[in-house]
């Protein structure tokens, strides 16, 4: 059964019993959290006991690492690394799900597009980074996600498939957001991209990013779950079929929007 998420600090960022508690109200499973963004005060990656106190009977779907291993700044990539590996370790410590990034960019910051982000050699860069994360997740029996996106290294659900096929893993899984797939020239298949990444990935999905979005002049511009052109009965009835164990985790969805998608996605789970 699809397990309901949303990415903590579209919450808030408040100390850890009192975002616990907005998010149970709210009616989520559990939480994707970034610590720095959804924590008020610093935390120690080696110490989890009153967040882990804090959120007990919620589950932690991934802890978000997100870093840019194929950043022009070599000490970038070097920090990130070293920022993915103690998440990995907090992660052992929390039960967590999973700890995610995407593949980033040569732009270096922001992560957007630049021809060399399409090439073998940023692929095989990724790749080399990937596989020595997985090898700490092993250690700690934990799991790394990946996230694709139209403008980064994995452009497509096939760049994903070749970097987990390359790493061939148990502990690398795959985050599937479809909106960051998108362009205003393919958005419109969405549901084609949807298909393909369900095809080549069934197996290894382990969270899709729920998403919605509106045509604004030349690009595309999200909103609430249900408010936009995402087909979301049919991207429903589709997960439901093929990865009924994969969680469902809004990203970006913030304020009033919040409760009216719950609402809205909760009715698809019950119809389709």
């Known amino acids: 059964m699809n397990k309901i998420g949303i990415r ?14 907005h998010v149970r109200e709210l ?5 994707q959290l ?3 963004k959804a924590i008020k005060d610093d935390v120690d990656f080696s110490r989890m006991e009153e967040i882990k106190k804090a959120f007990q009977g919620l589950d932690f779907m991934m802890l978000g690492a997100y870093f840019n291993p194929v950043h022009p700044d070599p000490k970038e990539v070097e920090l990130g690394i070293k920022t993915f590996k103690d998440m990995l370790y907090s992660s052992q410590l929390l039960r967590a799900d999973s700890v995610g990034s995407e593949t980033g960019s040569y732009m270096g910051s922001p992560w957007n597009y630049v021809p060399e982000n399409h090439t073998e050699t940023a ?8 596989r020595g994360l997985v090898e700490v997740a092993k250690e700690y029996d934990q799991t790394v996600a990946i996230e694709g996106a139209y403008q980064h290294v994995a452009y497509n659900p096939l760049r994903v498939k070749h970097i987990v096929d390359a790493i061939g893993s148990p502990h690398l899984k795959v985050v599937v957001d479809l909106y960051n797939f998108l362009n205003i ?10 298909d393909e990444s369900i095809q080549l990935l069934k197996n290894e999905i382990f969270i899709f ?14 909103v609430g779950l249900g408010k936009g052109l ?3 009965p049919v991207i429903i ?10 969680h469902l985790i809004f990203e970006g969805v913030t304020g009033e929007d919040i409760k009216t998608s719950l609402k809205y996605i909760k009715q698809l789970l019950e119809r389709t």
């Open 8 to 21: 903590a600090h579209d919450v808030g960022k408040f100390d850890p019993q009192t975002l616990a508690a």
């Open 230 to 232: 995402m087909n979301y």
């Open 185 to 194: 020239q393919n958005h419109q298949d969405h549901i084609q991209i949807l």
């Open 209 to 222: 990013h729920l998403k919605d979005y509106m045509v604004e002049g030349n690009s595309l511009k999200q």
């Open 123 to 130: 692929l095989n860069r990724v790749i080399d980074v990937f």
């Open 27 to 31: 009616g989520f499973n559990g939480v």
């Open 237 to 246: 009835e589709r997960i439901k079929k093929h990865c009924p164990s994969a």
């Open 34 to 36: 970034v610590f720095k």
